[in-house]
């Protein structure tokens, strides 16, 4: 008989300290399978489970009370070679997850060459689930080998950037080793993310399974694999490529080698051996690390979506949620995500067309963020780069997640973390708006004109024209100039694909993009 542990269960693990230790795997036989904690050769906490039919096992053991470690984890049953864990420690875990801004390595990332050189000892450690979009030999092979990683200046280039500069910013607050699990998968659909099950309870779930089924038909069998191994052989060469001059320059961004060796090829083939495809990635990755206890989740994820999606996105975006929750025994568990930057094609832009995917998306993200408990949504509209959908600079979108996770998930007082969102519009001769959020003081950017404040406004023909902006002496509140609308019937902030956000807090944090109907006249209610 023998213990098979999921392969988060490595030596260097980090778990959560403050609620309960969870080991799970399997066994080939029914068996009592038993768990138990060593600090300096002492017993600390001990539990145990009994199998189920299939050999699985659960072990629930009592929770560690403050960050420690390390620890030694035995897992034991009769008859069974035993399984050790060394060097663990109780401390913060956190799970990033989404695509490819997510994924996105250190390494490549702005300013990485200066920075890596001079990454100390950390007190982070990482664990990548190995990627998948079925559970088959190689993922299995890909799980054996995985590792939790002790972050410094050898390893930090291939953790996902976004993640690692989170992690580093939670470490500054607190005195606990960092433990981030990195479940990412690039070019990856909202439905790729959760169980067909989840998938159905919706009408916008079930589009997905729709459209998946349509264009699966498309090709038979025969054919899906002909062009499958097309599309894996243009795929090798391009990463062949991509290899060599990463060999020459490791902190090559996606852009510059974009410039350099060209796009990767896009789209692969669809049908039913398609990795992505509904509940892939969930039934692959996720389940293989639930239900590892969290203190949260990061998530940048929504670009994909944007392909005839971009409406039904928040509904999907919800049962997401709700499911993570479910699977990782967490009604609570916070939940802190990117809403999509600024983003356009060059064909686009040059065309003068937008059709407004991308505006539409990040609205479904804030419905979702001010419709769900513990769901937090951090604001990086400045951050996007043009005709590039992987920008950067992925300093700004981690330190920004971070700072929702100090203030709403570790409760420090005087954390300025939420972007300023609008409360209000009233019309008079022109528009006022007035602002919430994390700030004292609204800045708009020097030297903005009408055609680059970034707001709209439209009579109740719907037609928006642009609007001169100003701050009022109060520091919270716009006034919107615009002489071509008589009667203000809607207003909008950044509501585009691609463009100019120049409204700022006088911290940092850029505004919410935002559309609203105006229902108030200037002294009304």
């Known amino acids: 008989m023998a213990i098979r542990l999921n392969g988060i269960f490595k030596d260097n693990m980090v778990f959560q300290w403050g609620t309960e230790l969870r080991i799970f795997g399997s066994s080939d036989t029914k068996c009592i399978v038993r768990c138990e904690l060593f600090k300096d050769e002492e017993s600390v906490v001990a539990a145990e489970s009994v199998t189920e039919e299939d050999g699985s096992f659960l072990i629930c053991a009592d929770p560690i009370e403050e960050p420690d470690g390390p620890f030694e984890i035995r897992i034991t049953a009769e008859g069974s070679d035993p399984v050790i864990i060394k060097n663990a420690y109780a401390g913060e875990v956190w799970l990033a997850a989404g695509q490819m801004n997510m994924e996105y390595p250190l390494a490549r990332s702005e300013f990485a060459k200066y920075l890596i050189p001079k990454i100390g000892k950390t007190e982070i450690r990482y664990y990548k689930v190995p990627k998948a979009g079925?559970?088959?030999?190689?993922?299995?092979?890909?799980?054996?080998?995985?590792?939790?990683?002790?972050?410094?200046?050898?390893?930090?280039?291939?953790?996902?950037?976004?993640?690692?500069?989170?992690?580093?910013?939670?470490?500054?607050?607190?005195?606990?080793?960092?433990?981030?699990?990195?479940?990412?998968?690039?070019?990856?659909?909202?439905?790729?993310?959760?169980?067909?099950?989840?998938?159905?309870?919706?009408?916008?779930?079930?589009?997905?399974?729709?459209?998946?089924?349509?264009?699966?038909?498309?090709?038979?069998?025969?054919?899906?694999?002909?062009?499958?191994?097309?599309?894996?052989?243009?795929?090798?060469?391009?990463?062949?490529?991509?290899?060599?001059?990463?060999?020459?320059?490791?902190?090559?961004?996606?852009?510059?080698?974009?410039?350099?060796?060209?796009?990767?090829?896009?789209?692969?083939?669809?049908?039913?051996?398609?990795?992505?495809?509904?509940?892939?990635?969930?039934?692959?990755?996720?389940?293989?690390?639930?239900?590892?206890?969290?203190?949260?989740?990061?998530?940048?994820?929504?670009?994909?979506?944007?392909?005839?999606?971009?409406?039904?996105?928040?509904?999907?975006?919800?049962?997401?949620?709700?499911?993570?929750?479910e699977v990782f025994f967490d009604d609570e568990l916070p939940f802190i995500f990117c809403q999509l930057p600024m983003y356009i094609s060059k064909d686009r832009k040059y065309m003068g067309y937008d059709d407004m995917s991308w505006p539409l998306l990040r609205e479904q993200q804030q419905i979702v963020a001010i419709d769900m408990r513990n769901v937090y949504m951090a604001v990086i509209a400045d951050c996007g780069e043009f005709d590039n959908m992987y920008p950067s600079d992925k300093k700004t979108p981690g330190d920004r997640l971070a700072l929702l996770a100090q203030k709403f998930v570790y409760g420090f007082e005087n954390i300025e973390a939420v972007s300023p969102f609008i409360i209000d519009a009233r019309r008079g001769e022109g528009v006022e708006i007035t602002f919430g959020g994390d700030y004292m003081l609204l800045n708009l950017t020097a030297g903005f004109g009408p055609e680059d404040s970034g707001f709209e406004v439209a009579g109740e023909d719907g037609e928006f024209f642009p609007a001169e902006a100003t701050v009022d002496f109060d520091g919270k509140t716009i006034l919107l100039s615009c002489p071509m609308v008589e009667y203000p019937s809607k207003v909008r902030y950044a509501f585009f694909s691609y463009g100019p956000t120049p409204l700022h807090a006088q911290n940092g944090l850029t505004a919410t993009p935002f559309q609203v109907r105006i229902d108030k006249d200037l002294g009304g209610n």
């Not at 092979?141 to 580093?168: C, I, K, N, P, R």
């Not at 902190?251 to 051996?273: D, M, N, S, V, Y």
């Not at 692959?284 to 994909?304: C, D, H, K, N, W």
């Open 134 to 325: 079925f559970l088959d030999e190689a993922q299995a092979q890909a799980e054996a080998e995985s590792e939790w990683l002790d972050v410094d200046y050898e390893t930090a280039g291939d953790m996902s950037a976004v993640a690692f500069y989170f992690a580093q910013s939670i470490e500054s607050r607190i005195d606990a080793k960092i433990g981030i699990i990195q479940c990412t998968f690039g070019n990856s659909t909202i439905d790729c993310w959760q169980s067909v099950e989840s998938l159905m309870t919706t009408k916008e779930g079930e589009a997905y399974i729709k459209e998946f089924d349509e264009r699966t038909s498309e090709y038979t069998p025969d054919e899906f694999d002909k062009f499958a191994a097309e599309f894996a052989k243009r795929e090798k060469e391009y990463n062949d490529k991509l290899d060599e001059a990463l060999i020459e320059n490791p902190f090559l961004t996606f852009a510059e080698a974009e410039r350099e060796i060209g796009p990767a090829p896009w789209p692969p083939p669809i049908g039913p051996k398609a990795v992505r495809h509904p509940g892939s990635f969930f039934d692959s990755m996720i389940l293989r690390i639930a239900p590892f206890t969290l203190r949260g989740v990061i998530f940048y994820q929504g670009e994909s979506d944007t392909d005839g999606h971009q409406t039904e996105y928040g509904h999907a975006f919800e049962t997401l949620i709700r499911e993570w929750r």
